[in-house]
């Protein structure tokens, strides 16, 4: 018995060893010389939205949006480590392995480098350690009735982005990807249920568990930043961009903090552009690890030295405006606090005030260690309306800060659809109440998007029409050469005034194509008025 007694510890001192030596690491590959996939043939792993998008900002598909090469990944996962997600802007995949194994991984000609990220760890789950959590006992807010925002309402007023709903923007046909640490409790939340009824809630991907099909679980952060933007419950709760559709994605293992999550948001990252995301709204953010190996200093925050902001940048010069959160350590005043990937190039990193537009002490101080202004804007964030089950209360952080801000900027996008993103974010932050002198807790300020239309409709170029052929029969075409910074307001007169036909929408790149209208209308003469940014052309056309 003592013999068999001793063989079962031996046993099971191997098998808990075994375990020990199993970490996750990423191993980046040295090129994609062999790949069987190329630039002239995009549909193979970007959507026609996503392709779509880049030629709107005129950005090229490179080498850099190629897939990794999959025999490098049949090579790592034939000497037994087993695949986590891929990341192609860092050329690599994210694996479970025994250790005993890296020593020959490093080893393959076509291995650049292999790092420690993360260990096999059982984790509290129950446990959010990330920022921007909510306090529903003592925030409760009294409901308001303006404009039928209800609770919401002072939140999106402070930065005017209920004159774009005013407008007629609420985010129709605007894909916006949220990523975060999970959506529990999102079926259950009753301001969201339109979302839920009108399907728009297109697609969700677990970049933690890439095995997992459920991101409704773990946590309900995700689900209350959400709520900010996605809430449709006139009179009680109205978010920023209440008919945008959604893409929710999980990078956070909100149970444990290993720089593996830094290469999950850049996996989800690509995954957003991939299916032609317009905006990326992420309430993350890294500075302290559970190994301090790991940690990021103040001096690392310059864009391209943590793979999570190296990563957002790059996801920006893709085509999709990145908003995130600033961080929640304005009380560490021993150094600058902000977070990655709130360092980030390009993107807008979004501080928190309280609803009466004071700095919160909570929010992270800028600026970036290279001297770049940060924050780039605030909204509330501290006692923000949010949202979950039956419940509408206030919580704090620049978790709920940002997605107000990104809410709103994703109705603007929605107007001005084929600015640029560099001509929208200079705008944005024109518009704030410190633009001419910006600090560390502000930095440009809170943002005016009243302001914004106005900042873009004064720069905008006179866009000049080519309506052709003329006389015409059955079609007409009108097309420019020009940025349209706003849809063109388009109307047909006949010669004793009358109005017989209008429509607003955007002249697309190929112009826009009059067919089914013009052979319903008798033979004459015409008048075409097109008015665009306040501007006006008026030509006649004879129909024959």
Known sequence: MRVLYTLLLIVFFDIALGADLEKKYFIGFTDKDNTPFTVEEPLAYLSQKSIDRREKYSIPIIKQDLPVDPNY????????????????????????????????????????????????????????????????????????????????????????????????????????????????????????????????????QDFVYPKNTNVFSKSTHGTRVLSTMAAYFPGEFVGTAPKAKYVLLRSEDVGSETLIEEYNWVSAAEYADSIGCDLVNSSLGYVDFDKSIWNHTYSSMTSDQNVISIGATIA???????????????????????????????IIAVGAVDNEGEYSSLSSLGYTYDGRVNPGICTVGENAIIALRENVFGGNGTSYSSPIAAGVI????????????????????????????????????????????????????????????????????????????????????????????????????????????????????????????GKLSMEKIVIL
Not at 78 to 100: F, H, P, R, S, Y
Not at 121 to 144: Q, S, W
Not at 319 to 344: K, T
Not at 473 to 492: A, D, F, G, T
């Open 73 to 204: 990944i049949r090579r790592v996962v034939g000497m037994g480590a087993k695949i986590l997600n891929q990341t192609k802007w860092m050329n690599g995949i994210t694996v479970i392995a025994n250790e005993d194994i890296i020593p020959s991984i490093e080893q393959l000609s076509f291995v650049r480098e292999v790092k420690y990220i993360g260990d096999i760890e059982e984790r509290n789950e129950t446990v959010d350690r990330k920022f921007g959590e909510a306090d529903p006992e003592n925030k409760i807010i009294p409901l308001k009735s303006d404009i039928n925002y209800g609770s919401g309402f002072t939140q999106i007023n402070m930065i005017k982005g209920d004159v774009l709903h005013e407008q007629g923007y609420r985010g129709e046909d605007m894909l916006v990807a949220v990523i975060d640490g999970g959506f529990k409790d999102l079926y259950l939340t009753r301001v969201l249920r339109a979302l839920i009824d009108e399907n728009r809630i297109i697609a969700t």
């Open 316 to 346: 920006e010069s893709k085509g999709m405006m990145i908003v995130n959160s600033n961080g929640n350590e304005g009380n560490e005043v021993l150094y600058r606090n902000l977070s990655a990937p709130a360092d980030a190039l390009n």
């Open 410 to 533: 994703t109705c603007l996008m929605q107007k001005y659809k084929y600015v640029p993103l560099d001509k929208i974010r200079e705008a944005i932050y024109r518009s704030s109440h410190k633009y001419s002198d910006p600090d560390a807790q502000y930095g440009y300020g809170i943002p005016d998007f009243s302001k914004v239309q106005e900042i873009l409709t004064k720069e905008s170029k006179e866009v000049s029409y080519n309506i052709y052929p003329n006389p015409c029969h059955n079609r007409l075409i009108i097309s420019c050469k020009e940025i349209q910074y706003e849809p063109s307001h388009i109307k047909i007169y006949n010669i004793e005034g009358e109005l017989i036909f209008e429509r607003v929408d955007f002249i697309e790149k190929g112009g826009m194509v009059l067919d089914g209208v013009i052979s319903s209308i008798s033979k004459g003469i015409y008048f075409i008025k097109i008015e665009s940014m």
